[in-house]
């Protein structure tokens, strides 16, 4: 398992209902669902993804985020997941929204656009960062809104939700004291678990 | 008639038939009191009896769902795409039961048998059967063929309402259940277009109020009618387009009513072959089967309530151009099983031939099936050992 995951796990307890939105071949389920025994469902649009989880025996629905969570009644999760993919969708904010009306909190990752290896890349440079976390060129990534730590944080507080807790990790997914100390600079992953 | 038999179908089966003395309580109120189901079956039942999968036809469909009768067959089974060694629905691992529905034309009792009350054929007076009906008689079959739980149901469109049913009526009796291209209920939309059918049938003059046998005519004009529309209900309005477009039979318009585009010439084809197939009787039952169908009801409208009674992982499968049984529909399944917590799975196939995808071998498809019943085949290997 990824390690990010592997941190997200510590945080979740058994027993419980999940969601996992753009839930890919479902590592993060598999694991939850095998050892947690929580009753979990991955949303996904990847053809290969869905085969993966539904031959593993995730279960999995065939759900384009983008076009709503309508069907998912209030609070009607203990938790909603998103690992590597608030940056994809359309509208994050909104997507947030609706994460924090169906699930009574959330996780959420996501690459940390505020680290100082992009940071050094576009001054230097003067383009757009591709690095191995994010290996895309500008024009056919499918992340589509670039974000830093801080500006998650932000976007939290104007939006009155809670920060239960957040980690921030390196490239090798290891938590360090200066990435603590200066997570906006020096982390490439960060991990926020939030709530109303 | 195949050259060969391909390596990849059953091969030549002979249909069976079980005949049950136990009267049957039907919806309706009425009774038989007693009737045979016409089936096949594919692979081998193990030892344990818990390799076998159960295939519930749709309105048109019968027992022969794969393979040849004789080598001088023109066509398969009608999902011999799906089933055989290898294929989704692998006969090397499972032992695959089609059966045809009570109120069927194709051996199993219906309107067309002879009633043993009176020694003549039932016809109009033959029951209104429903899903619920049809279930409860398919346990029954899989009670004589010594199975206590199905490893997989799996059915399309009116089939896989029956599905449906199962989970719900029958919980410990499957460990799993794939419902394709199906609908918790009828919209008022297929309602509408059911009674369209019936209608056409049911002002045939030749139907005689549906003892049409006994007086020696056949409704075929209005049968013929009813799935002209039901057809074009099946495929989408993009396959038809592609098939056809406005591909005239001659080269100028005629201005009057004989065939002037090929998709008039295709309807009336089509109509016409199904009634030398079909019985109008049949027809008319199916659709009404349909029509009732809604297991909801009975949780006051809640689908979430009743399907908590099952116990079974669900598969569902929809296709982006089927407009009779939407995928809307199929999702109303999912959401409803969500919420109940139980194990589901859906797929949306992208597909271009509409409702009809079902029959169809999309590789997606049948990827997804596949996938979904080696994964059930290997549980069943693990508790066998």
């Keep these: ?196 | 008639m195949p050259d060969v038999i391909p390596a990849d179908s059953v091969g030549i089966v002979t249909p069976q038939i079980a005949q049950f003395d136990t009267p049957l309580a039907l919806s309706c109120g009425q009774t038989l009191s007693s009737y045979q189901l016409v089936y096949e079956t594919y692979g081998t039942l193990n030892k344990s009896a818990s390799n076998a999968v159960l295939i519930c036809h749709a309105l048109s469909g019968d027992h022969h769902a794969a393979g040849y009768h004789t080598l001088s067959d023109t066509k398969p089974g009608w999902w011999d795409t799906a089933i055989g060694p290898g294929k989704a629905i692998d006969t090397n691992k499972f032992f695959v039961i089609a059966l045809n529905n009570l109120g069927g034309c194709c051996g199993s009792t219906g309107p067309t048998s002879i009633n043993p009350e009176t020694g003549q054929r039932w016809e109009a007076s033959f029951p209104i059967v429903t899903v619920e009906d049809w279930v409860e008689s398919q346990a029954r079959l899989a009670d004589v063929l010594g199975i206590q739980t199905f490893a997989a149901i799996v059915g399309g469109s009116l089939g896989g309402m029956q599905v449906l049913e199962w989970s719900i009526r029958f919980p410990t009796r499957l460990k799993s259940a794939v419902i394709v291209a199906s609908a918790p209920k009828l919209s008022t939309q297929n309602i509408a277009f059911n009674e369209v059918a019936r209608q056409s049938i049911r002002r045939d003059p030749d139907f005689f109020d549906g003892n049409y046998i006994e007086n020696n005519s056949v409704p075929t004009n209005g049968l013929g009618l009813a799935r002209m529309l039901g057809h074009i209900t099946y495929l989408s309005d993009d396959a038809m387009g592609a098939k056809f477009g406005r591909q005239m039979r001659h080269d100028r318009y005629q201005y009057n009513y004989g065939i002037e585009f090929e998709v008039e010439s295709y309807l009336r084809y089509q109509g016409e072959a199904f009634t030398k197939r079909f019985d109008a009787n049949t027809y008319m039952l199916m659709t009404k089967a349909l029509d009732y169908f809604d297991p909801a009801s009975q949780t006051g409208g809640d689908l979430s309530a009743v399907l908590s009674r099952a116990q079974c992982e669900f598969l569902l499968v929809s296709f982006t151009t089927d407009w009779r049984f939407a995928p809307e529909r199929s999702e109303e399944i999912v959401n409803a099983l969500v919420k109940a917590g139980k194990l589901v799975s859906y797929a949306k196939i992208e597909a271009t031939e509409g409702h009809d995808a079902f029959l169809f071998p999309i590789p997606r498809y049948m990827a997804v099936l596949s996938t979904f019943l080696t994964r059930i085949a290997s549980n069943v290997t693990t508790e066998t050992k």
């Design chain 1, 1 to 196: 398992m990824r390690s990010d995951l592997e941190m997200i796990d510590e945080w979740i307890q058994p027993n419980i209902r999940v969601l996992d939105l753009a839930c890919g071949p479902g590592e993060l389920l598999h694991h939850l669902i095998k050892n947690k025994q929580v009753n979990g469902y991955g949303l996904e649009i990847g053809p290969d993804d869905l085969n993966t989880c539904i031959k593993k025996g995730i279960p999995v629905l065939e759900q384009n985020i983008d076009e709503g969570l309508q069907n998912f009644d209030d609070q009607s999760f203990d938790l909603v997941l998103m690992t590597h993919a608030l940056q994809q969708f359309r509208r994050p904010d909104l997507l947030i929204d609706e994460m924090l009306r169906i699930g009574k909190e959330c996780i959420i990752t996501f690459p940390n656009f505020g680290h100082w290896r992009s940071r050094l890349h576009l001054a230097l440079k003067g383009r757009m960062p591709v690095s191995d976390f994010l290996p895309y060129n500008w024009y056919d990534t499918p992340n589509i809104h670039f974000f830093t730590f801080q500006d998650f944080e932000r976007l939290c507080r104007e939006k009155n939700i809670k920060i239960l807790r957040w980690a921030a990790v390196d490239g090798q997914l290891k938590d360090h004291w200066w990435i603590r100390s200066m997570p906006n600079l020096f982390s490439e992953t960060a991990i926020f678990h939030i709530s109303r």
